[in-house]
């Protein structure tokens, strides 16, 4: 249903990435509107106030996601967390909220679940008769290390059960929360059995707070890089996603500094803007780069043959045609000069302890 001619205009939130709470249009959601009642003038940012966010409960049956996808290396993932406070705008998950009955875009960012069960329910898995180790990704849909991680401690204690089972496990995070979890990291990495990976989308840090205005400063993203290397904790850093016209001119820049930080490892993709996501991106645009939202949204296009947004597997990471090659052949180009192109020895499953920890019989 489109805004009445009384709605107000959507405006930044101070920070939040999301212009608004558009609702989802798979579902036929009902939308909302700010309205004018006649009160007269408010000052902005009366209008504009920073939304609080509130946690809730996901009652989680299991703990382990499994995917058959072509274009991911990895079978299996945890994700402690639905919805993420660092509120970034290009976020591919936000569509998931839909599946709530709440909105991607503010709700995404302010109404988060927590499975607080997942320790107990991973201990379960993983002792379970059958079970088969493979590398476990931690936090890949939505972000391990959000702002609620500090105070409930879910993700420290999932990496503690793990660590007991001598698991294997993957991280990518775009937190420097990261750093209070080394204790537990740096053992298991020694012995071939834990990894990270940190994101950086861009070194702009004015952009940055705009783009994932909850996320940590890129400046401290580079800090948990060197924190991880030095205590021998082999890192990837992720420059991703790539998104054209705005921040695709950093690709270098971000390996550089990485690289100087110890990354051992560097990955990309180009900007996903599934469902949702592409109406949220256009709206941020426009509030946030109004002088480039037509040249971004035009290079995007030209990387999804002609759409915002490519579904099909083997193409949704990379993209197409000539501009999104040359990305491509940037980073390569990039990685290889800086070393970061070298292949990693994969963690090891073999140490993998089925019943945990046992007492000795005698």
Same mark, same amino acid.
């Given at each position: 249903?489109?805004?009445?001619?009384?709605?107000?205009?959507?405006?930044?939130?101070?920070?939040?990435?999301?212009?608004?709470?558009?609702?989802?249009?798979?579902?036929?959601?009902?939308?909302?509107?700010?309205?004018?009642?006649?009160?007269?003038?408010?000052?902005?940012?009366?209008?504009?106030?920073?939304?609080?966010?509130?946690?809730?409960?996901?009652?989680?049956?299991?703990?382990?996601?499994?995917?058959?996808?072509?274009?991911?290396?990895?079978?299996?993932?945890?994700?402690?967390?639905?919805?993420?406070?660092?509120?970034?705008?290009?976020?591919?998950?936000?569509?998931?909220?839909?599946?709530?009955?709440?909105?991607?875009? *503010? &709700?995404?960012?302010?109404?988060?679940?927590?499975? !607080?069960? #997942?320790?107990?329910?991973? %201990?379960?898995?993983? /002792?379970? =008769?059958?079970?088969?180790?493979?590398?476990?990704?931690?936090?890949?849909?939505?972000?391990?290390?959000?702002?609620?991680?500090?105070?409930?401690?879910?993700?420290?204690?999932?990496?503690?059960?793990?660590?007991?089972?001598?698991?294997?496990?993957?991280?990518?995070?775009?937190?420097?929360?990261?750093?209070?979890?080394?204790?537990?990291?740096?053992?298991?990495?020694?012995?071939?059995?834990?990894?990270?990976?940190?994101?950086?989308?861009? *070194? &702009?840090?004015?952009?940055?707070?705009?783009?994932? !205005?909850? #996320?940590?400063?890129?400046? %401290?993203?580079?800090? /948990?890089? =060197?924190?991880?290397?030095?205590?021998?904790?082999?890192?990837?850093?992720?420059?991703?996603?790539?998104?054209?016209?705005?921040?695709?001119?950093?690709?270098?820049?971000?390996?550089?500094?990485?690289?100087?930080?110890?990354?051992?490892?560097?990955?990309?993709?180009?900007?996903?803007?599934?469902?949702?996501?592409?109406?949220?991106?256009?709206?941020?645009?426009?509030?946030?780069?109004?002088?480039?939202?037509?040249?971004?949204?035009?290079?995007?296009?030209?990387?999804?043959?002609?759409?915002?947004?490519?579904?099909?597997?083997?193409?949704?990471?990379?993209?197409?045609?000539?501009?999104?090659?040359?990305?491509?052949?940037?980073?390569?180009?990039?990685?290889?000069?800086?070393?970061?192109?070298?292949?990693?020895?994969?963690?090891?499953?073999?140490?993998?302890?089925?019943?945990?920890?046992?007492?000795?019989?005698?």
């Amino acid at each position: 249903m489109p805004p009445s001619d009384d709605a107000l205009p959507e405006q930044p939130r101070k920070g939040r990435g999301a212009v608004s709470n558009r609702p989802s249009t798979r579902f036929g959601l009902p939308d909302r509107h700010a309205v004018d009642d006649g009160w007269g003038a408010m000052e902005e940012e009366e209008w504009t106030p920073r939304e609080a966010a509130s946690l809730g409960i996901d009652a989680a049956r299991r703990i382990i996601t499994t995917n058959d996808s072509p274009d991911i290396g990895f079978d299996r993932s945890i994700n402690p967390y639905r919805g993420c406070e660092h509120g970034c705008i290009y976020c591919f998950a936000r569509p998931t909220h839909a599946y709530l009955n709440l909105s991607p875009g *503010l &709700d995404f960012e302010t109404r988060i679940l927590h499975k !607080p069960d #997942a320790p107990a329910l991973l %201990r379960q898995e993983l /002792a379970a =008769r059958g079970y088969l180790p493979r590398p476990i990704m931690l936090g890949i849909n939505t972000d391990a290390y959000q702002p609620f991680e500090r105070h409930l401690g879910l993700t420290r204690h999932i990496l503690e059960v793990l660590a007991e089972f001598r698991h294997p496990v993957g991280l990518l995070t775009k937190s420097a929360l990261i750093e209070r979890d080394i204790d537990i990291l740096a053992p298991m990495a020694a012995a071939g059995l834990a990894r990270a990976g940190i994101s950086i989308t861009t *070194l &702009d840090r004015s952009l940055a707070r705009r783009m994932e !205005p909850r #996320a940590a400063t890129p400046g %401290r993203r580079l800090a /948990a890089i =060197r924190a991880l290397s030095s205590a021998g904790i082999p890192v990837t850093v992720m420059a991703a996603p790539v998104i054209p016209g705005l921040t695709c001119h950093e690709i270098e820049p971000i390996l550089e500094a990485a690289a100087a930080a110890g990354a051992t490892g560097a990955g990309m993709t180009l900007v996903r803007l599934p469902h949702e996501i592409k109406a949220l991106f256009e709206e941020w645009l426009r509030a946030h780069a109004p002088d480039r939202a037509a040249r971004v949204l035009s290079l995007i296009r030209q990387c999804r043959g002609g759409r915002l947004n490519q579904a099909e597997f083997g193409e949704r990471m990379r993209g197409t045609g000539p501009y999104a090659a040359l990305l491509r052949q940037r980073f390569s180009l990039a990685a290889a000069r800086l070393g970061l192109d070298r292949p990693r020895l994969p963690l090891d499953t073999s140490q993998f302890r089925p019943a945990g920890p046992q007492l000795s019989l005698f």
